[in-house]
C-alpha cells in the first residue's frame, strides 16, 4: 500500500495548511511594510501580489497532476533521474529550513518583546518544541488535523479588528493611487513575502483524496491569505495616521491595545497568545517537509529520527545565538528574495521544461 | 521507559515556570494618577499618587521626584514607596501647564509605548496651573485623584463637554500632521476646594500650549469631530428677546436628536475652502421667553441657527488664529486635495489659518417639550 494513502488529506486540510504557512509568516510586517513602500495605497499591493500568486501555484499544481502517486522529489528523479533530483532535495529542504526558522525566530522575538520579557528564549523554545513534535512525527494526516483545528479555533480572531474601526479614519484611504503606480509596483516582490509556503502543493498533492480540486483548493487557500492581509492591513491604515504607520513597529499588535473592555485591559496578551497557534502554522510544516526531503536524499530511515536532529540543532543553536529584531527583518528580507526564485520562477522552469519534454517526446514518437 | 519520559516533562514543567518577574499584591505599590511638569527652576518634576491600601478612606501617597527621564524616574519612585512600584498601569496622565509652554514635550512619554507592558489607554489630562498644587492638595469627602479624574474626563467627555484623549490618541493626533492634538483640561477651583473639569485645552502640532476653549465651544467642536454621541445639549442667548436685569431670560436650550455634518473641501486661488453643513435635529429643553413654538417655530429654528452659525464661525476663526486645527479639517483636504494638501503638508497650522471657511447650520426643531 502506497504511503500516501495511508495518510490522506481531505480538501479543507490542504487549503488550511496552504493558508496557515502564508499567514502565519507575514501577517505580522505586511502592514508596516506595505506603508512603508506605498503609503495607505498599499492595500493595493496585497490584491495584485494575489492575482500575480496565483499563476505560479495553479502551475505548481499542474505540474503535480504528473505525479499522482508521488511527490515533487519523485517526480523529478522519475523524469530526470536520481542524480539531479537530490540537489532539488536540498534546495526544497533548505528553502522550508529557513522559512521554519523565520517563524520560529519571528515567535520567539514576539514572546520576549510582548509576554515573557524575563523568560530566557531557550525554554520558551524547547516549550514550542513539544507540540511542533508531537504534530510533525504523525506526518501529513496529522499536519491537516492540526491546521484545520486552528483555524476553527481561531477564526473568529479577525472580527476583533473591526473594534478599532470606530475610532479610525476612512478618509486617510483616499485618495487611492495619491502617488501613482510606481510606489503600489515596488512594494509588490515585498508583498509576495505574504504568500509563500504554495511550496507546500509540492508536498501534500499526492496525499490529497480529491485530486481534481487541487487547483481550487490552492487558489482558495491564496484568496484566505489575502483577505486576512487585506482586513488587518486595512484597519491599521484605517486607525493609525499615515506618519504614525511607518513608526509602529508591530502595528497588527498596538492596534489591539487601544481595544478597552471593561472587564479587561492589555487584551493583547491573549491576541499573542492566541497567535502563536497560527504561527505555529508557519513552521511546523515546513519542519516536516524539510525533514521529508532529507530523508527522501538519504533514502531510507524514518521522517522521525530527521526532526528530532533537526529540533535538536535548532534548540542547540538557539541556546548559543539568537538573532536581533533588525537581523530577523533582514532574514526576511533574504527569504523573501529566495522565496521568489524558489517559489514563483523555479514552478514556471519545471513547468516549462516538462512542456518541451513532452512535445519532443511526441515528435520523436510520431516521427 | 514511559515513566522516566513522563517523569521529565513533570519535573521541568515544576522548576521551568516563567513567574521569575512575579509580585505579591501585598507588596505592589499601584500608582494609579501620573502627572510631569517643570518646577520652579525649570526642572523636569515626576508627580505620583498612590492609593493606600487600608482601614482609613481614601489615604493616599503623594510625592514628586525630580527626574530627567521617566524610565529613569522609577527606581527614584520606588525608593519612596513601601513596596515594589508596579507603575505600568495609571488611569490618567497629568500634564502641567507650564510644560505645555514647551514644544516636543511629547518625546518624554515615549518609554509609554516603546515598553510593550504599559497600557496606552490612560486619561491624559492638561492641568490649568502648576502640578505642585494638584498632587498637593487634600481633597476631603472626594474621592481619590486619580478616581475623580478618570471619572470626569469619561462621563464628561460623553456629554460632548471635554474630549477624550488617551496617550495612545495623544500619539496617533502627534503623527498626524493633519490635524492638532486636543486635551481634557482641569482646573482646581481654590473657593469650592475641588477639581472642575473646564473644557479642553488645544496644542498646536508640535504639542505646545495654543488656547483653551470652554464647554459649548467643546460641544461644537465634537460635532465638528463627528464625535458628539447623540444627547449633547447646546445653550443659545436669542438675541432681541427681553432680558431682565439680574438674570438673563433670552436663553433657548436644546439637546442634539440627531445630527448631520458634512465637510466639503476645495482649492482655489492659492487658498482651502471649507464648506462645513450641518444638519441638526433638536429637542427644546429650556426656553425661557415666550414664543409660540407651535405657531412660529420657523422663527425660533432661524435663530437658533443663526446663533449657532455665529459661535461656529466664531470657534473656527479662533483655530484659525492660534494656526491649529483640532477638528482635522487637514484629514479633509489630504484625501481630496492631495496635491495641494502636499505642498503644505509640513505647515498644515498655517495653510489652514488662511483657508476660507463657510458653515451652514440648519437647526430644525423636531420635540418642543411638555410645556408650550
Redesign the interface.
Known amino acids: 500500500m502506497s504511503p500516501f494513502v495511508k495518510s490522506p488529506l481531505s480538501f479543507l486540510q490542504y487549503v488550511f495548511i496552504i493558508a496557515g504557512i502564508q499567514i502565519g509568516i507575514a501577517i505580522l510586517s505586511i502592514p508596516r511594510e506595505m506603508a512603508r513602500f506605498a503609503g495607505t495605497d498599499g492595500w493595493i499591493a496585497i490584491v495584485l501580489g494575489w492575482l500575480i500568486t496565483s499563476i505560479p501555484s495553479l502551475l505548481t499544481v499542474q505540474i503535480m497532476k504528473g505525479s499522482p502517486d508521488g511527490t515533487i522529489l519523485d517526480l523529478i528523479k522519475k523524469k530526470l533521474g536520481r542524480w539531479l533530483a537530490i540537489p532539488f532535495a536540498l534546495v526544497f529542504a533548505a528553502y522550508l529550513g529557513g522559512m521554519a526558522y523565520i517563524g520560529l525566530l519571528r515567535t520567539l522575538l514576539i514572546i520576549r518583546v510582548w509576554l515573557l520579557q524575563n523568560t530566557s528564549p531557550f525554554i520558551v523554545l524547547v516549550l514550542l518544541f513539544i507540540p511542533t513534535y508531537i504534530v510533525t512525527r504523525e506526518g501529513t494526516n496529522m499536519l491537516g488535523r492540526f491546521a484545520e483545528a486552528i483555524f476553527y479555533f481561531l477564526c473568529w480572531l479577525p472580527f476583533i479588528y473591526l473594534l478599532p474601526l470606530k475610532e479610525g479614519q476612512w478618509l486617510n484611504i483616499i485618495p487611492i493611487l495619491k502617488e501613482g503606480w510606481l510606489p503600489i509596483l515596488s512594494a509588490v516582490p515585498t508583498v509576495l513575502f505574504a504568500y509563500l509556503g504554495f511550496i507546500a502543493v509540492f508536498f501534500l498533492y499526492p496525499h490529497l483524496t480529491h485530486k481534481k480540486h487541487a487547483g481550487a483548493g490552492v487558489l482558495l487557500a491564496n484568496t484566505i491569505t489575502m483577505m486576512m492581509n487585506l482586513l488587518i492591513t486595512l484597519v491599521c491604515f484605517v486607525y493609525f495616521s499615515p506618519s504614525e504607520m511607518i513608526e509602529v513597529n508591530q502595528p497588527v499588535i498596538s492596534v489591539l491595545k487601544t481595544i478597552q473592555f471593561k472587564f479587561l485591559e492589555r487584551i493583547e496578551i491573549i491576541f499573542i497568545s492566541l497567535y502563536i497557534g497560527l504561527y505555529s502554522l508557519s513552521w511546523i510544516p515546513a519542519l516536516y517537509f524539510m525533514a521529508y526531503c532529507l530523508k527522501w536524499t538519504t533514502n531510507g530511515a524514518r521522517v522521525r529520527s530527521y526532526l528530532i536532529g533537526l529540533l535538536a540543532f535548532i534548540g542547540i543553536g538557539t541556546y548559543f545565538y539568537l538573532p536581533t529584531f533588525n537581523q530577523s527583518v533582514w532574514l526576511e528580507y533574504m527569504m523573501t528574495r529566495i522565496g521568489i526564485v524558489v517559489e514563483y520562477i523555479l514552478p514556471i522552469v519545471i513547468w516549462i521544461y516538462l512542456v518541451i519534454r513532452e512535445k519532443v517526446r511526441r515528435e520523436e514518437q510520431l516521427g | 521507559m514511559k515513566t522516566i519520559i513522563r517523569g521529565t516533562w513533570l519535573f521541568?514543567a515544576l522548576i521551568?515556570g516563567?513567574c521569575?518577574?512575579k509580585i505579591d499584591l501585598e507588596a505592589a505599590a499601584v500608582p494609579l494618577a501620573a502627572g510631569i511638569d517643570l518646577d520652579d527652576n525649570n526642572q523636569l518634576r515626576f508627580y505620583v499618587s498612590n492609593p493606600v491600601f487600608g482601614d482609613k478612606n481614601n489615604e493616599e501617597q503623594q510625592y514628586n521626584i525630580p527626574v530627567t527621564s521617566l524610565r529613569e524616574s522609577r527606581s527614584i519612585q520606588d525608593a519612596y514607596t513601601s513596596g515594589a512600584l508596579e507603575g505600568r498601569?495609571y488611569q490618567v496622565y497629568v500634564v502641567g501647564r507650564k510644560l505645555l509652554q514647551h514644544e516636543n514635550w511629547f518625546k518624554i512619554l515615549d518609554v509609554v509605548f516603546r515598553d510593550?507592558?504599559n497600557?496606552?489607554?490612560d486619561r491624559m489630562v492638561a492641568f490649568n496651573g502648576p502640578l505642585e498644587e494638584m498632587f498637593t492638595v487634600k481633597t476631603d469627602n472626594q474621592p481619590p485623584l486619580p478616581v475623580i479624574l478618570r471619572g470626569m474626563v469619561d462621563s464628561k467627555s460623553k456629554r460632548g463637554a471635554t474630549v477624550l484623549t488617551?496617550v495612545?490618541?495623544m500619539?496617533?493626533q502627534i503623527?498626524?500632521?493633519?490635524?492638532t492634538p486636543s486635551l481634557s483640561e482641569v482646573t482646581y477651583d481654590a473657593k469650592q476646594k475641588s477639581f472642575r473639569l473646564s473644557g479642553t485645552t488645544l496644542l498646536t502640532h508640535k504639542g505646545k500650549y495654543a488656547t483653551s476653549i470652554g464647554f459649548q465651544e467643546s460641544v461644537l467642536l465634537n460635532l465638528l469631530k463627528k464625535d458628539a454621541t447623540k444627547g449633547v445639549s447646546l445653550s443659545f442667548a436669542i438675541p432681541g428677546e427681553p432680558n431682565s436685569d439680574f438674570f438673563s431670560l433670552n436663553r433657548a436650550s436644546f439637546s442634539v436628536r440627531d445630527i448631520d455634518t458634512k465637510i466639503k473641501s476645495s482649492y482655489s486661488n492659492n487658498n482651502f475652502h471649507f464648506l462645513i453643513r450641518m444638519k441638526v435635529s433638536a429637542a427644546m429643553t429650556e426656553q425661557l421667553f415666550t414664543l409660540d413654538i407651535q405657531q412660529h417655530a420657523d422663527i425660533l429654528e432661524r435663530k437658533l441657527s443663526q446663533q449657532m452659525q455665529k459661535q461656529l464661525e466664531k470657534l473656527i476663526r479662533k483655530f484659525q488664529k492660534h494656526q491649529i486645527d483640532p477638528v482635522?479639517f487637514g484629514?479633509?483636504a489630504?484625501?481630496?486635495q492631495?496635491r495641494h494638501y502636499k505642498e503644505n503638508e509640513n505647515n498644515w497650522g498655517e495653510a489652514f489659518s488662511d483657508a476660507e471657511i463657510k458653515c451652514e447650520v440648519k437647526v430644525t426643531i423636531n420635540s418642543m417639550g411638555t410645556v408650550k
Open positions: 521541568l521551568i516563567g521569575g518577574d498601569n510593550a507592558r497600557t496606552v489607554l488617551t495612545q490618541d500619539h496617533r503623527f498626524e500632521e493633519a490635524l482635522g484629514i479633509y489630504r484625501a481630496y492631495y
